[in-house]
């Protein structure tokens, strides 16, 4: 199960990945709602992380950039899945943002799908 999720907050992934594990998480739902046990039960859990450019496109209160580049990531990685194995279900929620026909921001995303899955291989 992959679960692709953005932030630009202080305490960065770890942090906002520890929002998604209180109760009432939106990864915590998810991972019931898909798998049918509670997210406790999961002992090989891996966190990847992809850091976007130090820029105030990426970086600032205003989230279209961020939020093209996981739209394109989770898109591109349902269209992908069935290439690798075991397969994996994207079970996050992302919005189609106006920056997603953005050069730059097309090949960020490119290159985060491109190092998840050559990490995805070697887990």
Partial sequence: ???IGMTNGFTGTVGRANGHFKRGGTLRKQFLNHKGYDLNSVDDLVLLSFPLPQKAEYNTVERSYREAVEYLVQKDLQLKRGSVNPSFDVVSWV???????NREVIRIAQDIVYNFLNSYNTI
Avoid: K, Q
Wanted: aromatic share 10%.
């Fill in 1 to 3: 199960m992959v679960y």
């Fill in 95 to 101: 919005r189609n943002s106006p920056s997603t026909g």
